[in-house]
């Protein structure tokens, strides 16, 4: 471990610590406005980011080399195993059975998931390689995604499972697939969706209607959360009705507007400009992140940091665009504004990750 001084101090990027911080605190404010239990709901935020803040301190502090290689097996099979006792001892909240109780502590272990196979991906890609991926680097790299996705669809957490599929695609990606390759999958992928429109449950496929026909949508049935957010949005204006001035959140005719739906929120109580901050301090946190991938010494790192990059930002493309009706609803939230605390934890073990990086980036 790094031992923590003045220079070591000096040497933290503090915009990336401060941009989820930001983030996380401005997340509050709408769930003060929109929570059953906004006092209880909020402490449980704020105790999650405190933790959050003390992993990404002792995960800066620790070679990220050693994380990778050493710490990530062990990580990924007790997740795996977490995962496993959800399914027998898991709380069931909304029809997703994807929360353990443990002394009074709810978690998430699908959240922890997405690090630990992040962590496993890239432990993979640190083994010497020439060339592009080959079929069984792919399969390989598939196959460690392959257990914790099965488990989460056994949960029937459909928005969670999907972000497997951006963390797998970022590796591909950004791993050197072949273009051959990449367009063969990217056909497969259109193709699958497809194939497997037909079979989804029904409020699934009333769900991607109200996006394509949303003229047609049921605005008492599954158009319900679609139409009540645009509302939202579109009341806030420029500068919004101010923090617990909304309608649609705060009356209850948004459901879940402390969690899926807090962009909502944002739009509807400060507006336009708060809409515009928000993007900003994510765009911070982006940025901050690339630049240290960009500046890692090694591929494993580099290919790691942007896997928490892409995740990122697939929530925040997918939540958003679910906020305006340009997406279903999926149960896909926004990183750090959504209440939520595993998922707070998570994130910020990424930010541990990238500063780990970025602590070794002179290291021979």
């Known amino acids: 471990m790094v031992e923590l001084n003045q220079r070591t101090l000096r040497d933290v990027d503090w915009l990336l610590v401060l941009a989820p911080v930001a983030l996380t605190i401005f997340g509050c404010l709408g769930i003060f406005s929109t929570a059953p239990a906004p006092t209880d709901f909020i402490k449980k935020q ?14 800066m502090l620790t070679d990220y080399h050693k994380i990778i290689m050493t710490i990530s097996p062990f990580f990924y099979a007790a997740v795996i195993l977490l995962l496993i006792m959800v399914l027998f ?21 699908s959240e922890f998931a997405k690090v630990a196979t992040i962590l ?11 060339g592009a991926l080959s079929l069984k680097d792919m399969a390989i790299m598939f196959g460690i995604t392959l257990p914790p996705v099965l488990l989460i669809a056994a949960q029937h957490d459909t928005g969670t499972m999907l972000t497997f599929g951006a963390i797998l695609g970022a590796f591909y990606f950004l791993g050197g697939i072949r273009k051959v ?12 969706v497809v194939a497997v429109y037909p079979h989804l449950k029904g409020y699934q496929q009333e769900r991607i209607k109200a996006v394509l026909n949303p003229e047609e949508a049921d605005p008492r049935g599954y158009g319900y959360q679609t139409i009540q957010s645009m509302i939202a949005v579109g009341s806030g204006g420029v500068v919004g009705k101010g ?17 899926d739906f807090i962009g909502a929120v944002v739009g509807e109580e400060t507006g336009l400009v708060g809409v515009l901050l928000m993007l900003a301090l994510y ?5 901050r992140m690339a630049s240290i991938a ?28 679910m906020v305006i009706g340009l997406m279903p609803v999926m149960g896909i939230p926004l990183p750090l504004m959504s209440y939520g605390g595993t998922a707070v934890m998570s994130v910020f073990m990424g930010v541990g990750l990238a500063l780990s990086v970025r602590m070794r980036r002179f290291v021979n």
């Open 243 to 259: 923090i617990g001035g909304g309608t649609q959140g705060k009356l209850g005719f948004l459901p879940y507007a402390y969690s």
């Open 120 to 130: 496993m991906l890239a432990r993979f890609m640190a083994h010497p390689r020439r």
């Open 283 to 287: 765009l911070l946190l982006i940025w």
């Open 294 to 321: 960009r500046g890692s010494r090694d591929r494993p790192g580099a290919l790691m940091i942007m896997a928490f990059v892409d995740l990122i930002l697939f929530h925040i493309v997918c939540n958003l665009g």
């Open 46 to 59: 704020i105790t999650s980011l405190c933790i959050g803040l003390v992993l990404a301190s002792v995960i």
């Open 181 to 192: 390759l990449l367009i063969v999958g990217l056909v497969a992928v259109v193709g699958g």
């Open 89 to 109: 001892f898991g709380i069931e909240i909304n029809g997703n059975k994807a929360w353990l109780h443990v002394g009074g502590f709810s978690f998430q272990p």
